[in-house]
């Protein structure tokens, strides 16, 4: 911060505002010794010509004017001659008024619910973030700026014990599911859509080639040749039976396959079903479904897998924030310039998004007012005195000034008047 004289100089512009006002105080001093100097020469001449009365008058009144103004300017931000008068200095003595006064007028006639809500419905919050976000390179800047804090964000959240916060917390949500009810209505969803007949059919197909396979005929034929008498095996009868056993299982499969509407159908749905209630209602396959899960996640592989993915997935978000890596960068960028482009197309989103911010930051503003308030009063009251009279000054004092030339006009001007009256009534 600069200085010049008694002037501080923080904003362009206050160096030439500073030269202004010495100039116009300089030029209203020398009006007032001129009323005076002339005041003085018209009373020497009184003798001379009675017109002389009338312009000592007007000097008189116009030097009385100009001292009384200069008095008021200057009892403004000063004492004037440093003399102790009461008073003066009016701003310095009231610094803490002031500033109470200040915060106070900024809560109720600025922070009032009313007019706050109306500013804030004229502003469309919608379109401003969709257009931001649409923006390329506020969408790079963004997703680079997010990834710089991630990188933190899994260190804080490592040595703060969240981790394994997370962690209990979703061992203990797990823990709580109870799955038999929710497997029984995902098969129950999938036997409903009729998807249990293509996994039928898959199950007709392999049983169809595994008998047709010369391996499986041949473990068929040696379990069915071991029980034939011996002389059935004789005329090699344990063949003609296996062929005979493969060949109409392979019917049947083809003609359960071929027909959508066949009772083996049927019979299968009714079995699936069957088992799809027994599943969420019989208490044994819910202590075994519920054994299950305990016993998975008691496992140790499963804590190392989320460790593993853990650490993973922190390197890649460490390497994507060094800028080894721009996959995820790229990734997040188009992820907030497509959000954009949706929400700059989607009007009725871009109303509820205003709406709420609306009713959100009339809600803080009117529960902050007091505290703005309170903000403004204490940085008022912290303020420095001097520098802030000099900022006043420079910007408001050369008007101040013409106060005193008016001062000077007006009292010169009322004293002729006076003495006018005055000079009449003498002569009647």
Same mark, same amino acid.
């Given at each position: 911060?600069?200085?010049?004289?008694?002037?501080?100089?923080?904003?362009?512009?206050?160096?030439?505002?500073?030269?202004?006002?010495?100039?116009?105080?300089?030029?209203?001093?020398?009006?007032?010794?001129?009323?005076?100097?002339?005041?003085?020469?018209?009373?020497?001449?009184?003798?001379?010509?009675?017109?002389?009365?009338?312009i000592?008058?007007?000097?008189?009144?116009?030097?009385?004017?100009?001292?009384?103004?200069?008095?008021?300017?200057?009892?403004?931000?000063?004492?004037?001659?440093?003399?102790?008068?009461?008073?003066?200095?009016?701003?310095?003595?009231?610094?803490?008024?002031?500033?109470?006064?200040?915060?106070?007028?900024i809560?109720?006639?600025?922070?009032?619910?009313?007019?706050?809500?109306?500013?804030?419905?004229?502003?469309?919050?919608?379109?401003?973030?969709?257009?931001?976000l649409?923006?390329?390179k506020?969408?790079?800047?963004?997703?680079?700026?997010?990834?710089?804090?991630?990188?933190?964000?899994?260190?804080?959240?490592?040595?703060?014990?969240?981790?394994?916060?997370?962690?209990?917390?979703?061992?203990?949500?797990?823990?709580?599911?109870?799955?038999?009810?929710?497997?029984?209505?995902?098969?129950?969803?999938?036997?409903?859509?009729?998807?249990?007949?293509?996994?039928?059919?898959?199950?007709l197909?392999?049983?169809?080639?595994?008998?047709?396979?010369?391996?499986?005929? #041949?473990?068929? &034929?040696?379990?069915?040749?071991?029980? $034939?008498? /011996?002389? =059935? %095996?004789?005329?090699? *009868? +344990?063949?003609?039976?296996?062929?005979?056993?493969?060949a109409?299982?392979?019917?049947?499969?083809?003609?359960?396959?071929?027909?959508?509407?066949?009772?083996?159908?049927?019979?299968?749905?009714?079995?699936?079903?069957?088992?799809?209630?027994?599943?969420?209602?019989?208490?044994?396959?819910?202590?075994?479904?519920?054994?299950?899960?305990?016993?998975?996640?008691?496992?140790?592989?499963?804590?190392?897998?989320?460790?593993?993915?853990?650490?993973?997935?922190?390197?890649?978000?460490?390497?994507?924030?060094?800028?080894?890596?721009?996959?995820?960068?790229?990734h997040?960028?188009?992820?907030?310039?497509?959000?954009?482009?949706?929400?700059?197309?989607? #009007?009725?989103? &871009?109303?509820?998004?205003?709406?709420? $911010?609306? /009713?959100? =930051? %009339?809600?803080?503003? *009117? +529960?902050?007012?007091?505290?703005?308030?309170?903000?403004?009063?204490?940085?008022?009251?912290?303020?420095?005195?001097?520098?802030?009279?000099?900022?006043?000054?420079?910007?408001?004092?050369?008007?101040?000034?013409?106060?005193?030339?008016?001062?000077?006009?007006?009292?010169?001007?009322?004293?002729?008047?006076?003495?006018?009256?005055?000079?009449?009534l003498?002569?009647?």
């Open positions: 911060m600069g200085s010049s004289g008694t002037y501080l100089f923080d904003t362009p512009g206050d160096a030439e505002r500073a030269a202004e006002l010495r100039r116009v105080k300089a030029l209203a001093t020398l009006v007032l010794a001129s009323t005076l100097a002339l005041f003085t020469v018209a009373k020497l001449l009184l003798n001379v010509h009675p017109v002389f009365g009338f000592a008058a007007f000097a008189e009144a116009a030097t009385i004017g100009g001292l009384a103004d200069w008095y008021a300017v200057v009892a403004l931000f000063k004492r004037p001659l440093g003399l102790p008068i009461p008073h003066t200095a009016i701003i310095q003595s009231n610094q803490a008024r002031i500033a109470d006064k200040l915060g106070e007028f809560q109720v006639h600025f922070l009032e619910t009313g007019p706050v809500e109306a500013k804030l419905k004229e502003i469309d919050f919608g379109s401003f973030v969709a257009d931001w649409r923006d390329r506020r969408s790079d800047d963004l997703a680079r700026f997010a990834l710089r804090l991630l990188p933190e964000a899994f260190s804080a959240t490592e040595s703060s014990g969240l981790m394994t916060f997370i962690i209990r917390r979703m061992s203990s949500q797990l823990q709580a599911i109870d799955l038999a009810p929710l497997a029984a209505g995902t098969l129950r969803g999938f036997v409903a859509e009729g998807r249990h007949q293509i996994l039928f059919d898959d199950l197909r392999v049983m169809h080639d595994t008998l047709n396979q010369k391996e499986t005929m #041949a473990m068929i &034929r040696e379990k069915v040749r071991a029980e $034939l008498p /011996t002389l =059935l %095996r004789l005329y090699r *009868a +344990d063949k003609f039976l296996v062929n005979k056993i493969v109409s299982a392979t019917a049947f499969f083809n003609e359960v396959r071929s027909d959508p509407k066949h009772p083996f159908r049927g019979e299968f749905d009714r079995m699936v079903l069957n088992f799809v209630d027994q599943l969420g209602t019989d208490r044994a396959y819910i202590d075994r479904i519920d054994g299950l899960k305990r016993d998975l996640l008691a496992r140790p592989e499963l804590a190392d897998l989320a460790r593993t993915v853990w650490a993973n997935t922190r390197s890649f978000i460490e390497r994507s924030a060094s800028g080894e890596t721009q996959v995820l960068q790229h997040l960028a188009g992820m907030f310039v497509a959000a954009g482009e949706a929400l700059a197309g989607d #009007a009725e989103l &871009r109303g509820e998004i205003n709406k709420g $911010l609306v /009713t959100v =930051l %009339r809600s803080v503003v *009117a +529960d902050q007012k007091g505290g703005v308030s309170t903000f403004i009063s204490d940085q008022v009251k912290a303020w420095n005195m001097t520098q802030l009279i000099s900022l006043i000054e420079i910007n408001i004092g050369r008007d101040l000034q013409y106060i005193r030339f008016n001062g000077s006009l007006i009292g010169g001007l009322a004293g002729l008047a006076l003495y006018s009256v005055e000079f009449l003498r002569l009647l």
